[in-house]
């Protein structure tokens, strides 16, 4: 039990530090679609593309 407990708080603490160290960058609001997502230009993901072809 105690060893629950334990891992429990270490996991606590470590997610409150990723919380507060993101601060306003973080988007906890799961996925987003329509207008409110945000996708890379088309220009990006084209070399992206290009780049992973060239590698083969």
């Not at 629950?4 to 470590?14: D, P, S, T, W």
């Amino acid at each position: 039990m105690l060893k629950i407990f334990v891992g429990f708080v270490i996991f606590a603490a470590l997610a409150m530090f990723v919380i507060f160290k993101g601060g306003d960058r973080l988007d906890m609001g799961g996925e987003k679609h329509g207008d409110d997502a945000v996708h890379a230009p088309a220009e990006a993901a084209s070399d992206t593309a290009s780049d992973a072809s060239a590698a083969k």
